[in-house]
């Protein structure tokens, strides 16, 4: 069993849906990441949360420390919105590597 | 803009070759990160450098090499011993490993071996 483990691994939705990817780890964790991978392969960093819940413009992240969950999610979904979505955990070490989910494919149609 | 330039976008080399993957960024971060990428996959780290003149092995380091003699350079080299180095390779970097600082990315490089 991976470390993290996101769902679905791919996920359709029409253009105005919420959509909710979801993230599961097993291990301790000083920090949480979620991703965003465009199609031509580059990687930009969306949220950082350690507790709590982050807003930034249509995208929600929470994360449950106790039930080692987080969700993200996207209001009003747009095809722009079409990518990979990469959750990643960075372990409670001094060092504090990151663990990648294998992450979820999202296809938004107009 | 500060950023990470992975170069070239797209290599092709031939079976036991040595290739040498370019990272830069300008950020003046200090730590630095190599990752494959393979379909299906989450991303797995092959070496990091927390600074200047040092680096360690990640999870997946052989048949990789890197060095690390400028702070805003961390070239990799697949050699000849990696068995299936056909993936799509990242690099990344933060302010320090040890804090909980979001990693940049570069756009990656997708190797090939013919």
């Known amino acids: 069993k991976n470390e993290v483990e996101q769902s679905p691994q791919n996920l359709t939705a029409q253009e105005g849906e919420f959509i909710t990817i979801n993230c599961s780890y097993s291990?301790?964790?000083?920090?949480l990441h979620w991703l965003q991978q465009h199609p031509g392969g580059g990687i930009v960093s969306l949220f950082m949360?350690?507790?709590g819940k982050k807003k930034h413009g249509r995208l929600i992240a929470t994360i449950n420390i106790q039930e080692k969950h987080s969700s993200l999610h996207i209001t009003a979904s747009h095809p722009r919105d079409s990518a990979v979505y990469i959750c990643a955990v960075r372990g409670g070490t001094s060092y504090g590597k990151l663990t990648f989910g294998q992450g979820t494919i999202l296809t938004v149609h107009p | 803009d500060g950023g990470i330039t992975q170069s070239p976008k797209y290599l092709f080399r031939k079976e036991g070759q040595n290739v040498t993957l370019s990272c830069e960024q300008n950020?003046?971060?200090?730590?630095m990160y190599w990752y494959r990428q393979d379909p299906g996959q989450g991303l797995r780290l092959i070496y990091y450098?927390?600074?200047?003149?040092?680096?360690q092995k990640g999870d997946i380091a052989e048949g990789y090499s890197v060095s690390r003699e400028k702070k805003e350079s961390f070239p990799l080299t697949v050699t000849s011993a990696q068995k299936n180095p056909t993936a799509f390779y990242l690099c990344?970097?933060?302010?320090?490993?040890?804090?909980?600082?979001?990693?940049?990315f570069g756009d990656g490089t997708r190797l090939s071996i013919l």
């Open positions: 950020l003046n971060h200090d730590a």
């Open positions: 990344a970097s933060s302010i320090l490993s040890v804090s909980n600082q979001p990693q940049h």
């Open positions: 450098s927390q600074i200047v003149n040092d680096f």
């Open positions: 291990v301790g964790i000083s920090a």
């Open positions: 949360l350690s507790s």
